[in-house]
């Protein structure tokens, strides 16, 4: 199933699109949303909704280079969050695992850099009002999306999860 959105790119009055795919397995629900101005992929990012559980958790989180700084994630990122929250989520999750495009596959990123993106993504997200996990919750949340990730071939690290502060507050 696709789900379009439109938007003007406020740079260069270009049509910014946002194609979703939906698919479901073993009652959890997949989506991807696919950011493009015209005919150029520019972005996108995955999530997860788990119904039972009313939890969602977004990743793969990815903008072209060329695009980055304009506000095309911001838009692709808030886009995905409101659409958890309109599909009923009380519990939200990000997973900031940086990886970059090279030879046409996404790979993740490693050694320093890693680090320094870690820190770019954590404050995005802290932007978009989401903290890190701690405590028991952090625990319980970290090792029930390993086992999810694994299941569905994720190369994400559980440990590094952020909450959207929004459903702390719903506890």
């Known amino acids: 199933m696709f789900f379009f959105v439109n938007s003007w790119a406020c740079d260069n009055q270009l049509p910014r699109t946002i194609r979703v795919q939906h698919t479901t397995d073993y009652g959890v629900h997949s989506y991807q949303y696919v950011m493009s101005i015209g005919d150029q992929e520019i972005g996108m990012l995955s999530s997860i909704h788990i119904p039972i559980l009313h939890w969602c958790v977004l990743y793969d989180f990815f903008v072209q280079p060329a695009y980055r700084g304009q506000g095309h994630g911001h838009f692709l990122f808030a886009h995905a969050v409101n659409q958890a929250e309109k599909a009923g989520a009380s519990k939200m999750f990000v997973q900031p695992g940086p990886f970059e495009l090279v030879a046409g596959k996404y790979v993740s990123v490693k050694g320093a850099q890693r680090e320094i993106a870690l820190k770019r993504l954590v404050r995005f997200y802290e932007s978009h009002q989401f903290t890190r996990l701690s405590g028991i919750m952090w625990r319980c949340v970290s090792f029930f999306l390993d086992i999810i990730y694994r ?11 952020m909450v959207y502060k929004n459903a702390m507050r719903q506890e």
Do not use: H, M, N, T
Not at 151 to 161: H, K, N, Y
């Open 151 to 161: 299941l569905a071939s994720i190369d994400e690290d559980p440990r590094l999860l």
